[in-house]
């Protein structure tokens, strides 16, 4: 009933920009926000960045402020995640996620509705 679709992965230099693109499909009614999360290899998956889907507010990890830029555009259901000043450890297997749980919009718990990822790769 909701599919997310990434796109936008790819090969980059440090240094560089990317930009990520998570296509909805389905049910957006009573959705809270919108989430990207990766998972680096070998690691965890850790949140990046979150919005909501209805509104402004919006929220993102400290290892990417400053970097990152989450937006959305509700008429085509997208969200975007504008990657600036790319480092390799931001090399990840990016996903995003739909919350249709509460405001907690960093937590993992709270998305229930996963894309299939999307792979970034940050050379040095």
């Known amino acids: 009933q909701v599919q997310l679709v990434e796109s936008g992965g790819g090969l980059v230099q440090a240094g560089g920009s990317l930009r990520l693109s998570c296509a909805v499909s389905?049910?957006?009614?009573?959705?809270?926000?919108m989430g990207w999360f990766r998972q680096p290899p070998g690691k965890e998956r850790e949140f990046v960045a979150a919005?909501?889907?209805?509104?402004?507010?919006?929220a993102s990890a400290d290892s990417v402020k400053g970097r990152f830029t989450i937006s959305r555009d509700n008429a085509k259901n997208t969200v975007f995640l504008q990657m600036n000043s790319l480092k390799p450890e931001d090399t990840a297997v990016y996903y995003c996620?739909?919350?249709?749980?509460?405001?907690?919009?960093?937590?993992?718990?709270?998305?229930?509705?996963w894309g299939q990822g999307t792979q970034v790769t940050v050379s040095s």
């Open positions: 996620a739909a919350n249709f749980a509460g405001w907690g919009m960093s937590r993992m718990g709270n998305y229930a509705y």
């Open positions: 389905g049910r957006t009614f009573n959705m809270y926000t």
């Open positions: 919005i909501a889907w209805s509104g402004s507010n919006s």
